[in-house]
């Protein structure tokens, strides 16, 4: 490798960690924040409550994400200068942004009228507001990705989920209603569009260039794809809930995923935000490429795994001494869609790997699939489990495409059976430290907040400790890894 190139990946290795400091940073942020503000309100609100603005959501989501562009993407993969794409990217994303508002500001009854709830059609258009200001959020954020700046990216991030759950706190406290929830999001919307102008120089004018739009459009077509099915799982899972089940049920099911699967989206949050645009720097770099996939690989396997083991076993300690009796039915949802998210955080570096190599398409494939298959199962099993079905379709759906989506990631990059090994470890730890939080819990009397900090803190400490046995042992694991990362993210 050339003097050129080896400085550039070491330039790009050192922006990566410097990028976990900040996205970790911001991930815990969003994270903490987010189960405070979680808390407070499910012990405020009904579940009833969520589970109109949940409707609401989905129905902004779905109808959000079925005519995204994909162009973000597309600008941070492509190896030219943006600059000249920007403002035609910033003119379609808004015009379709006013379109949408228009088009769920009129149909709102509708909406009132799929979930019988006449309020949630005001919840809709009130909402949809938000649509407005994510349009004219400042285009030029991307290039902030594209160029691995994530202290700006922690500050767009996180300064707009302190407003949101500041006044979502104060508002529930205040209105002890849904109006909350809603309010909070319109907070949110407004301070995310103002930063994006304050972090970037960058000014967007109107401008339509069909020959550059169509560019983009040529890689944002697939991203595209896989965003529309990803949403039409998402989002029509609670469309679908709500209507079968009841929107109480759906409050029931969206506060789980909120405890569970919301969590762990933290760890491929961190996956695509640090992993593509360095991904991207390295595809014409086998080698680099190679190892970035499996060291990512190993990385998201011994944090995530652990946490979505540990969660499955303590999801009723969590109820118990977090929430109120009102939500019991919710600790069986967050064990299996627990499950279901350690499965998604080991795919997330090969999504990653595929669209930063140039094959988008097989995201939007494999997301097919897992999507034709969850369709087949979620009528049929909710019916008969109700909402513990409709996790177990969730969890399946996601299990079936599993094993492709490795396949197909190892022959990308062309790492051979490594990737396999990277997860033998952590797997293993987590069902010993599984076994141990479970002999604990028959042996001692733990209960409430500070039992169940005491059994998760233990089981964490009694991973690691077999995990460092492990790789001592063997040879192999991401202990050695890990400690070498968090020594990297310390400030010198």
Not at 264 to 275: K, L
Not at 292 to 297: C, D, F, K, N, Q
Request: charged fraction near 15%.
């Amino acid at each position: 490798m050339s003097k050129a190139a080896t400085g550039l990946t070491g330039s790009i290795s050192e922006r990566v960690g410097s990028g976990l400091v900040w996205m970790t940073a911001a991930g815990v942020s969003a994270r903490v924040l987010g189960l405070i503000s979680a808390i407070v309100l499910t012990r405020v609100l009904e579940p009833a409550d969520f589970g109109i603005v949940a409707a609401a959501g989905a129905v902004i989501g779905f109808t959000k994400v079925t005519t995204a562009t994909g162009f973000d993407s597309a600008i941070v993969q492509r190896r030219e200068d943006p600059a000249e794409f920007l403002n035609t990217a910033w003119t379609v994303e808004l015009g379709r942004y006013l379109l949408l508002f228009t088009v769920l500001f009129a149909s709102a009854p509708l909406v009132a009228v799929l979930f019988d709830s006449p309020e949630s059609g005001t919840v809709v258009r009130v909402l949809s507001l938000t649509l407005i200001l994510q349009g004219f959020n400042n285009i030029g954020m991307v290039c902030l990705t594209r160029e691995l700046d994530f202290r700006k990216i922690f500050i767009w991030r996180t300064v707009p989920l302190l407003a949101g759950s500041i006044s979502v706190i104060a508002l529930a406290l205040l209105l002890k209603s849904l109006w909350a929830l809603v309010w909070a999001e319109l907070v949110q919307a407004l301070c995310a569009c103002a930063l994006s102008y304050a972090l970037h120089p960058f000014r967007p004018r109107p401008e339509l260039a069909w020959k550059k739009a169509r560019e983009l459009f040529a890689f944002g077509k697939w991203v595209f794809g896989t965003s529309v099915i990803v949403t039409m799982r998402q989002q029509g899972v609670s469309l679908f809930t709500g209507n079968l089940l009841g929107l109480a049920s759906l409050g029931v099911f969206n506060r789980a995923v909120s405890f569970s699967t919301r969590v762990f989206d933290q760890f491929v949050e961190m996956v695509w935000r640090i992993g593509y645009p360095a991904y991207s720097l390295l595809q014409k770099r086998p080698e680099s490429f190679r190892k970035a996939y499996v060291e990512t690989l190993s990385l998201v396997a011994f944090l995530g795994i652990p946490a979505c083991a540990g969660l499955i076993v303590l999801s009723n300690d969590f109820v118990d001494a977090v929430l109120t009796e009102k939500w019991s039915a919710a600790a069986p949802v967050m064990q299996i869609l627990s499950a279901a998210a350690a499965l998604h955080i080991l795919n997330a570096p090969a999504s990653v790997a595929f669209q930063a190599a140039g094959s988008p398409e097989l995201n939007t494939k494999l997301s097919m699939r897992g999507f034709v298959i969850l369709a087949a199962l979620i009528y049929p099993l909710a019916s008969g489990l109700g909402l513990t079905g409709v996790a177990l379709a969730m969890f399946i759906s996601t299990l079936a495409i599993t094993p492709s989506s490795f396949l197909l990631a190892a022959r990308i990059a062309g790492c051979g059976n490594e990737h396999l090994k990277a997860l033998c470890g952590p797997a293993a730890a987590s069902v010993l430290m599984a076994l141990f939080v479970l002999f604990i819990k028959s042996r001692a009397a733990a209960s409430g907040l500070s039992g169940f900090l005491a059994l998760a803190v233990s089981g964490a400490g009694f991973y690691f400790i077999i995990c460092y046995l492990l790789e001592k042992i063997t040879g192999a694991g991401a202990f050695g890894l890990f400690m070498e990362r968090f020594a990297a993210m310390r400030p010198r």
